[in-house]
């Protein structure tokens, strides 16, 4: 059973930083994977804000967070990061890891959709306060 685990979120200021962590166990593949971070608000429907193909290290990210927001792996430790610096009152939101094994060609060309990915996190809130 693959497991995704979050952790990192909490409370900040405006301005500040968190940096995620999204540990992933539970499957002996050890084959390129595609790695996404989402995120919910209340009220709003989940958006993808960065995701990473972990074979060539190909990212993507949501216009909203480009040049504040950096996801890397840890493909010794099957971790995936995302780094949030400059954070705004509207970053606020519970922030979801989600992951796809033998991640395809057509995988990597939607890597900010849902659709992209078969297994989810539970989960780490993101409060930021102005």
């Known amino acids: 059973q693959v497991q995704l685990v979050e952790s990192g979120g909490g409370s900040v200021q405006a301005g500040g930083s968190l940096r995620l962590s999204c540990a992933a166990s539970?499957?002996?593949?050890?084959?390129?994977?595609?790695m996404g971070w989402f995120r919910q608000a209340p009220g709003k429907e989940r958006e993808g804000v960065a995701a990473?193909?972990?074979?060539?290290?190909?990212?993507a990210y949501a216009d909203s967070v480009k040049g504040r927001f950096t996801i890397s792996r840890d493909n010794a430790k099957n971790t995936v990061y995302l780094q949030l610096n400059s954070l705004k009152p509207e970053d606020s939101a519970l922030y979801y890891c989600?992951?796809?094994?033998?991640?395809?060609?057509?995988?990597?060309?939607?890597?900010?959709?849902?659709?992209?990915?078969?297994?989810w996190g539970q989960g780490t809130q993101v409060t930021v306060s102005s």
């Open positions: 990473i193909y972990t074979g060539g290290g190909t990212t």
């Open positions: 539970g499957y002996t593949y050890s084959g390129n994977k595609c």
């Open positions: 989600a992951a796809r094994l033998l991640c395809l060609m057509g995988h990597r060309d939607i890597l900010l959709r849902e659709e992209a990915y078969n297994y």
